[in-house]
């Protein structure tokens, strides 16, 4: 099947282009102005739309087990919801095992989750709950063979690392060809913070994010990257940030040539910690918390001076239904997630892009083309150049619409963005050259979507293309 994307502009990480795009199958076969061709190839006219990679949302959750609650999307409402907000890949956070289990078996676990549910292509991010040398021994058929070539460390949480594990994890994953992601918050301090807070009886939704203040978050960012150091300067990828304070520790470690990359999701960018004071305040609960107004546009700077390289999701569902029926007396309860896998796109384009913030190709580095680059996706995604997979969202710029949970494909029963009004969205959607959504509808089926064998991690510099 050939088909051909013509009059639109192509947006990379490069620049923005008048060219068409011949697909072949599943991929990128030529990319020029003027393409012409006979009557057998498909023609879709993208007059006026922007043509870029497919979103990477590289930090989902889908059916997670945190423990109190198993979260509500699983691979084929997630990844359903993810391709009608214009996302083809997303690499899931696998969820902890049970306690000593090997990195293979909670792999194998996840590739039950996922076959013949994803409609969209996936990976995995290994997850280390503990240490030991069958751990450390696992990690290298992990990346060469089991495609797996990011892991992910809990500073909080029932399986924290402590400070030496962590360096053990930091080098032995540097040594394998591994980028380390990292959670950070400061555990002790916020159990501190939480019991003094329960024994004054504080127990509404704004006393989640008061139990975890940004120096909670800001202290391990920094003792992560300086261990990082130490670590013979270990790749590291600081996950979710959400304030100025970790930034700038972050911005500073880059400036002196520390291979570390950190990423940021809409609700940092966009709610603030008053919603925990509205009456449907449980509905935000998620770590890190909602920060102080004077954190979004820090974070919002950080989008637009480089120092940000991902906007990813976190996406992890927990019906308000169901936070209420847990949590209503004691934000402590509540399991922690939102929602966001189909407006990341949208909300980033509405907010970044036509709002003047950012360029239409930073957009597409911010969204697509650095997350394939630093998850081993690259050039097979995040990219439009020949041989790549014909992974595609065009957008349609002028196009407004409001966020309405009742349009969404994921089974949440609300969206953190209920009454966005937002400008530019994704109107059709290709994986690997077929149609999964058109105009915000799903087109696609469960089970088309492959595991994708992700390359050893290696540093790109430049924009790569
Ligand atoms: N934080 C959340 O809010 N949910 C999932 C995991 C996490 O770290
Ligand atoms: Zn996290
Ligand atoms: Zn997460
Ligand atoms: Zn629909």
Redesign the pocket.
Same mark, same amino acid.
């Given at each position: 099947m050939k088909r051909l994307i013509k009059g639109g502009t192509l947006v990379d990480a490069t620049g923005e282009y008048q060219q068409d795009l011949l697909i072949q199958g599943e991929h990128i076969a030529q990319r020029a102005a003027g393409i012409v061709v006979d009557d057998t190839v498909e023609v879709i006219d993208a007059t006026g739309l922007y043509v870029m990679p497919g979103g990477i949302d590289v930090h989902t959750?889908f059916n997670?087990d945190?423990g109190i609650a198993r979260s509500c999307d699983d691979f084929f409402s997630g990844t359903r919801a993810a391709a009608c907000g214009g996302t083809t890949t997303i690499v899931d956070h696998m969820g902890f095992g049970p306690q000593g289990c090997s990195l293979h078996h909670q792999l194998a676990t996840y590739h039950r989750y996922a076959e013949g549910q994803a409609a969209v292509d996936y990976g995995f991010h290994g997850v280390i709950q503990h240490i030991d040398d069958e751990i450390l021994t696992e990690m290298a058929a992990m990346v060469s063979e089991e495609g797996i070539s990011s892991f992910k460390l809990?500073l909080t949480?029932q399986y924290k690392l402590d400070d030496g594990d962590i360096l053990r994890a930091l080098s032995r994953l540097r040594e394998v060809g591994a980028l380390t992601t990292v /959670?950070p918050e400061n555990d002790a301090a916020i159990a501190w913070r939480r019991a003094e807070l329960h024994r004054q009886g504080k127990t509404a939704p704004i006393y989640h994010a008061l139990s975890r203040p940004l120096e909670c978050e800001a202290e391990a960012i920094a003792r992560t990257i300086n261990l990082a150091r130490l670590a013979d300067n270990a790749p590291l990828y600081i996950v /979710?940030l959400s304030h100025g304070l970790g930034l700038d520790y972050i911005r500073l470690a880059k400036r002196s040539g520390q291979k570390v990359w950190v990423e940021t999701c809409p609700q940092y960018l966009l709610l603030d910690i008053n919603h925990y004071l509205r009456a449907d305040g449980l509905k935000y609960i998620?770590?890190p918390p909602l920060r102080p107004h004077a954190e979004l546009d820090k974070l919002w700077v950080g989008i637009a001076d480089g120092s940000i390289d991902t906007v990813a999701t976190?996406h992890?569902t927990f019906p308000y239904r169901l936070r209420q029926q847990m949590a209503q007396q004691d934000f402590s309860r509540c399991p922690?997630?939102?929602p966001g896998v189909e407006n990341r796109m949208t909300l980033l384009f509405s907010h970044g892009v036509a709002s003047g913030r950012i360029s239409p190709s930073r957009f597409v580095e911010l969204t697509s083309t650095r997350p394939a680059q630093l998850f081993g996706l690259w050039p097979q995604k995040g990219c439009l150049e020949p041989g790549a997979d014909a992974d595609l969202v065009l957008f349609e710029p002028q196009l407004q619409q409001t966020i309405q949970h009742q349009h969404l494909h994921d089974n949440a029963d609300y969206s953190p963005y209920e009454g966005f009004s937002c400008q530019g969205w994704p109107v059709l959607t290709l994986c690997r050259g077929e149609i999964v959504a058109k105009q915000g509808h799903f087109t696609g089926r469960a089970g088309y979507g492959r595991f994708i064998h992700r390359r050893p991690f290696v540093e790109i510099k430049d924009k790569g293309e």
């Open positions: 959750h997670i945190v809990y949480y /959670h /979710h998620l770590s976190d992890c922690n997630g939102l």
